[in-house]
Structure formats: C-alpha cells, structure tokens
Nanobody, 125 residues
Framework: QVQLVESGGGLGQTGDSLRLSCVASGLTIHRPTMGWFRQAPGKDREFVAAITGPSDIENKADTVKSRFTISRDNAKNTVYLKINTPKPDETGVYYC??????????????????WGQGAQVTVSS
C-alpha cells in the first residue's frame, strides 16, 4: 500500500524559509515522478513543483521558480519542498503526489496517482 505523509508546514512570515517533507512508503521515490501542489481555500489545487527521472529534473510554476526548490533523498524515500520568502497568497494546504514508474514532468493533478493528506502552510505579512 502506497502512503505519502507530509510534514513541516506551519506558520511563517514573508522573509522566512520553510521546508516541507514528504515521506513515501510502498514505493521507491527515485522511480516515480513526484510533485507538490497547493490548494487555497475555495480554489482548485494548483501545481507548484515536480521532480522526475534519474537526473532529478525539476519543473516549477513560474511564480515560485526563483524561491522554491524541490529535491529528493532516495535513501530516506523523502521528497522536499523548500520555500524561501513565502508570500501571504501562497497560504494553503500543500500536497505531495506521486506517479509511479513514470519519467516526465507532470503539472496536472489528475495525472498523479497517489496523494498525501496535506500540510497546512500559513503565511502572514
């Protein structure tokens, strides 16, 4: 059974740094494409970042390219999202997602197979 468990959310201010972690069980993360999405209250889930392939190719939403970093530690079966200088409108629940045995950037939520329960990130100005 595949499980994704996020942690590391919480309160932050613009100028802070936050790091979210997603620990996977039931699959090895170096094979799937892994992604992070954000969902603000009353809004659709939106793509934030993805990492794919043996070379860890990254793809990020334009609004976060210079401030967010996605990475993974295969030994720990963990994917990370480092958030630098978050903005108040980036408040929301951050979800980790996996598409097993697939190499390629995926930016659409429906194309991921497994999801974590989400981690709340609240950013104040």
């Amino acid at each position: 059974q595949v499980q994704l468990v996020e942690s590391g959310g919480g309160l932050g201010q613009t100028g802070d740094s936050l790091r979210l972690s997603c620990v996977a069980s039931g699959l090895t993360i170096h094979r799937p494409t892994m992604g992070w999405f954000r969902q603000a209250p009353g809004k659709d889930r939106e793509f934030v970042a993805a990492i794919t392939g043996p070379s860890d190719i990254e793809n990020k939403a334009d609004t976060v390219k210079s401030r967010f970093t996605i990475s993974r530690d295969n030994a720990k079966n963990t994917v990370y999202l480092k958030i630098n200088t978050p903005k108040p409108d980036e408040t929301g629940v951050y979800y980790c997602a996996a598409r097993p045995n697939y190499i390629g950037v995926i930016r659409t939520a429906r194309d991921y197979r497994y999801w974590g329960q989400g981690a709340q990130v609240t950013v104040s100005s």
